[in-house]
Protein backbone atom coordinates (compact mmCIF):
# COMPACT_ATOMS: atom_id res chain seq x y z
CA UNK A 1 0.00 0.00 0.00
CA UNK A 2 1.08 3.74 -0.86
CA UNK A 3 2.24 5.65 1.84
CA UNK A 4 0.76 9.36 2.26
CA UNK A 5 4.80 10.93 0.65
CA UNK A 6 4.64 8.28 -1.86
CA UNK A 7 1.11 8.83 -3.22
CA UNK A 8 1.59 12.60 -3.54
CA UNK A 9 4.78 12.14 -5.73
CA UNK A 10 2.35 10.83 -8.12
CA UNK A 11 0.18 14.23 -7.81
CA UNK A 12 1.93 16.94 -10.44
CA UNK A 13 1.81 20.41 -10.58
CA UNK A 14 1.45 22.59 -7.74
CA UNK A 15 -0.60 21.06 -5.76
CA UNK A 16 1.40 18.00 -4.96
CA UNK A 17 4.27 20.99 -4.32
CA UNK A 18 1.50 22.34 -1.66
CA UNK A 19 0.44 18.95 0.16
CA UNK A 20 3.71 17.99 -0.03
CA UNK A 21 5.11 20.65 2.13
CA UNK A 22 2.30 20.05 4.49
CA UNK A 23 2.87 16.26 4.83
CA UNK A 24 6.45 17.58 5.58
CA UNK A 25 5.70 20.05 8.63
CA UNK A 26 2.93 17.04 9.71
CA UNK A 27 5.86 14.82 10.25
CA UNK A 28 8.22 17.35 11.49
CA UNK A 29 5.54 18.51 14.43
CA UNK A 30 4.91 14.55 14.73
CA UNK A 31 8.99 14.26 15.47
CA UNK A 32 8.65 17.04 18.12
CA UNK A 33 10.40 19.71 15.99
CA UNK A 34 8.85 23.12 16.26
CA UNK A 35 7.55 24.42 12.89
CA UNK A 36 8.23 28.34 12.51
CA UNK A 37 4.91 30.44 13.00
CA UNK A 38 3.72 32.26 10.49
CA UNK A 39 5.17 35.84 10.02
CA UNK A 40 1.93 38.00 10.75
CA UNK A 41 2.57 41.60 9.59
CA UNK A 42 2.75 44.23 12.50
CA UNK A 43 -0.56 46.13 12.99
CA UNK A 44 -0.63 49.72 11.83
CA UNK A 45 -3.41 50.69 13.69
CA UNK A 46 -5.85 51.81 15.28
CA UNK A 47 -3.17 54.38 16.77
CA UNK A 48 -1.48 56.27 14.40
CA UNK A 49 1.16 59.16 14.70
CA UNK A 50 0.28 62.35 14.70
CA UNK A 51 2.21 64.57 12.16
CA UNK A 52 4.51 67.51 14.35
CA UNK A 53 2.32 70.81 13.58
CA UNK A 54 5.07 72.38 13.03
CA UNK A 55 8.43 71.78 11.34
CA UNK A 56 11.36 70.18 13.13
CA UNK A 57 13.84 72.74 13.20
CA UNK A 58 10.89 75.36 14.22
CA UNK A 59 12.20 75.00 17.78
CA UNK A 60 15.78 75.79 17.08
CA UNK A 61 18.35 76.34 18.92
CA UNK A 62 16.25 75.50 21.87
CA UNK A 63 15.49 71.92 20.88
CA UNK A 64 17.35 71.24 17.81
CA UNK A 65 15.94 69.23 14.90
CA UNK A 66 18.07 65.64 15.16
CA UNK A 67 16.15 65.62 18.33
CA UNK A 68 12.98 66.16 17.22
CA UNK A 69 13.03 64.06 14.48
CA UNK A 70 14.73 61.23 16.85
CA UNK A 71 11.63 62.14 19.36
CA UNK A 72 8.76 62.77 17.33
CA UNK A 73 9.57 59.35 14.58
CA UNK A 74 11.48 57.05 16.36
CA UNK A 75 10.32 57.17 20.02
CA UNK A 76 6.53 58.14 19.55
CA UNK A 77 5.97 55.71 16.66
CA UNK A 78 7.33 53.20 18.77
CA UNK A 79 5.23 53.81 21.40
CA UNK A 80 2.21 54.32 18.72
CA UNK A 81 3.19 50.74 17.17
CA UNK A 82 3.25 48.82 20.67
CA UNK A 83 -0.05 50.03 21.66
CA UNK A 84 -1.37 48.68 18.35
CA UNK A 85 0.37 45.57 19.36
CA UNK A 86 -1.30 45.48 22.45
CA UNK A 87 -4.74 46.50 21.48
CA UNK A 88 -4.44 43.94 18.23
CA UNK A 89 -5.08 40.77 20.94
CA UNK A 90 -7.32 42.18 22.37
CA UNK A 91 -10.26 43.01 20.19
CA UNK A 92 -12.50 44.45 23.66
CA UNK A 93 -10.70 47.51 23.24
CA UNK A 94 -11.44 48.00 20.23
CA UNK A 95 -13.01 51.69 19.57
CA UNK A 96 -11.41 53.35 22.58
CA UNK A 97 -9.38 56.62 22.35
CA UNK A 98 -5.76 56.35 24.11
CA UNK A 99 -7.16 58.83 26.58
CA UNK A 100 -9.43 56.30 27.75
CA UNK A 101 -7.17 53.61 27.71
CA UNK A 102 -4.88 55.36 30.09
CA UNK A 103 -7.59 57.28 31.86
CA UNK A 104 -8.89 54.08 33.53
CA UNK A 105 -5.94 51.28 33.73
CA UNK A 106 -7.57 49.05 36.42
CA UNK A 107 -10.54 48.15 34.19
CA UNK A 108 -8.16 46.62 31.53
CA UNK A 109 -7.59 43.02 30.74
CA UNK A 110 -4.41 42.23 33.25
CA UNK A 111 -2.14 41.14 30.12
CA UNK A 112 -2.99 44.55 28.57
CA UNK A 113 -2.55 47.00 31.41
CA UNK A 114 0.94 47.03 31.35
CA UNK A 115 1.68 47.80 27.66
CA UNK A 116 -1.34 50.02 27.84
CA UNK A 117 0.39 51.97 31.32
CA UNK A 118 3.48 52.36 28.88
CA UNK A 119 3.11 52.79 25.35
CA UNK A 120 -0.64 54.27 25.36
CA UNK A 121 0.73 56.79 28.10
CA UNK A 122 3.75 57.52 25.83
CA UNK A 123 1.51 57.87 22.88
CA UNK A 124 -1.06 60.38 25.03
CA UNK A 125 1.45 62.08 26.48
CA UNK A 126 3.15 62.57 23.54
CA UNK A 127 0.54 63.43 21.20
CA UNK A 128 -0.56 66.12 24.37
CA UNK A 129 2.74 67.54 24.03
CA UNK A 130 3.76 68.55 20.60
CA UNK A 131 1.11 70.88 20.26
CA UNK A 132 1.55 73.06 23.65
CA UNK A 133 5.16 73.55 21.90
CA UNK A 134 5.87 76.11 19.57
CA UNK A 135 6.03 79.54 18.81
CA UNK A 136 2.72 81.23 19.95
CA UNK A 137 2.83 83.92 22.30
CA UNK A 138 5.47 84.59 25.44
CA UNK A 139 2.82 84.14 28.42
CA UNK A 140 -0.16 82.61 28.98
CA UNK A 141 -3.19 84.57 28.62
CA UNK A 142 -6.90 84.92 29.38
CA UNK A 143 -8.43 82.30 32.17
CA UNK A 144 -4.73 80.49 32.77
CA UNK A 145 -3.19 83.41 33.48
CA UNK A 146 -5.40 84.52 36.12
CA UNK A 147 -5.19 80.70 37.20
CA UNK A 148 -1.59 80.80 37.40
CA UNK A 149 -1.52 84.02 39.00
CA UNK A 150 -3.85 82.67 41.83
CA UNK A 151 -2.05 79.07 42.58
CA UNK A 152 1.42 80.47 42.24
CA UNK A 153 1.46 84.20 42.64
CA UNK A 154 3.12 84.88 39.11
CA UNK A 155 4.39 83.62 36.18
CA UNK A 156 8.05 83.51 37.15
CA UNK A 157 6.56 81.76 40.37
CA UNK A 158 5.00 79.23 38.79
CA UNK A 159 8.38 78.68 36.35
CA UNK A 160 10.35 77.91 39.14
CA UNK A 161 8.10 75.06 40.80
CA UNK A 162 7.73 73.75 37.59
CA UNK A 163 11.37 73.15 37.36
CA UNK A 164 11.93 72.35 40.26
CA UNK A 165 9.25 69.41 39.85
CA UNK A 166 11.15 68.74 36.42
CA UNK A 167 14.85 68.75 38.32
CA UNK A 168 12.87 65.89 41.18
CA UNK A 169 12.64 63.56 38.53
CA UNK A 170 14.65 60.74 39.57
CA UNK A 171 15.27 58.51 36.13
CA UNK A 172 12.53 59.14 33.35
CA UNK A 173 9.09 61.03 33.45
CA UNK A 174 7.37 64.07 33.48
CA UNK A 175 6.42 67.11 35.40
CA UNK A 176 3.02 68.27 35.05
CA UNK A 177 0.93 71.52 35.58
CA UNK A 178 -2.86 70.09 35.88
CA UNK A 179 -6.27 70.83 36.46
CA UNK A 180 -7.12 68.73 39.51
CA UNK A 181 -10.48 67.57 39.43
CA UNK A 182 -11.81 70.05 41.91
CA UNK A 183 -10.90 72.74 39.02
CA UNK A 184 -7.68 74.11 41.25
CA UNK A 185 -4.27 73.80 39.15
CA UNK A 186 -1.62 71.70 40.50
CA UNK A 187 2.05 70.48 39.46
CA UNK A 188 2.57 67.29 39.89
CA UNK A 189 5.17 64.28 38.68
CA UNK A 190 4.94 60.97 36.73
CA UNK A 191 7.26 58.16 36.54
CA UNK A 192 7.75 56.84 33.01
CA UNK A 193 5.16 57.39 30.75
CA UNK A 194 2.49 57.54 33.22
CA UNK A 195 -0.04 59.99 32.23
CA UNK A 196 -1.90 62.53 34.98
CA UNK A 197 -5.05 60.97 33.16
CA UNK A 198 -4.67 57.90 35.50
CA UNK A 199 -4.99 60.25 38.46
CA UNK A 200 -8.31 61.86 37.39
CA UNK A 201 -6.38 64.57 36.75
CA UNK A 202 -5.98 66.90 33.05
CA UNK A 203 -2.97 67.88 32.26
CA UNK A 204 -2.47 71.86 30.90
CA UNK A 205 0.98 71.61 30.16
CA UNK A 206 3.65 69.11 30.62
CA UNK A 207 7.56 68.66 30.04
CA UNK A 208 8.68 65.35 29.29
CA UNK A 209 12.32 64.67 31.23
CA UNK A 210 13.18 61.48 29.62
CA UNK A 211 16.81 61.57 28.41
CA UNK A 212 15.33 60.95 24.79
CA UNK A 213 13.84 64.31 24.65
CA UNK A 214 17.60 66.70 25.51
CA UNK A 215 20.34 64.27 25.50
CA UNK A 216 21.44 64.68 22.31
CA UNK A 217 21.97 68.52 22.51
CA UNK A 218 22.34 68.83 26.52
CA UNK A 219 23.81 65.62 27.71
CA UNK A 220 23.55 65.43 31.92
CA UNK A 221 22.39 69.40 31.75
CA UNK A 222 18.92 68.52 32.70
CA UNK A 223 18.22 72.20 33.81
CA UNK A 224 19.21 74.24 30.63
CA UNK A 225 16.80 71.71 28.77
CA UNK A 226 14.50 72.68 31.08
CA UNK A 227 15.46 76.49 30.85
CA UNK A 228 15.21 75.89 26.88
CA UNK A 229 11.54 74.21 27.24
CA UNK A 230 10.29 77.28 28.96
CA UNK A 231 11.68 79.54 25.60
CA UNK A 232 9.19 77.35 23.08
CA UNK A 233 6.20 77.17 25.01
CA UNK A 234 3.02 77.84 22.50
CA UNK A 235 1.18 79.66 25.30
CA UNK A 236 -1.60 80.85 22.99
CA UNK A 237 -2.50 77.07 21.99
CA UNK A 238 -2.17 76.14 25.83
CA UNK A 239 -4.14 78.80 26.81
CA UNK A 240 -7.09 78.21 24.24
CA UNK A 241 -6.84 74.84 25.69
CA UNK A 242 -7.50 75.87 29.10
CA UNK A 243 -10.30 77.49 28.49
CA UNK A 244 -12.32 74.74 26.81
CA UNK A 245 -12.51 73.20 30.13
CA UNK A 246 -14.19 70.31 29.04
CA UNK A 247 -11.57 68.94 27.01
CA UNK A 248 -8.90 66.99 28.02
FE1 LIG B 1 9.57 61.70 25.06
Do not use: C
Amino acid sequence: MMNRRTALKHLGGAASTLLLTEALRSEALSNGQAAAPPVAAAPTGPFSLPPLPYAYDALEPNFDAQTMHLHHDKHHQTYVNNLNAAVAVHPELAGKTVEQLVSNLAVLPEAARTAVRNSGGGHANHSFWWPTLGKGGAAPTGELAKAIDAKFGSLPAFEDKLTAAAMSVFGSGWAWLVRSSDGTLAIETTPNQDSPLALGHKPVLGIDVWEHAYYLKYQNKRVDYVKAFFQVINWDYVSGQFAQKDKV
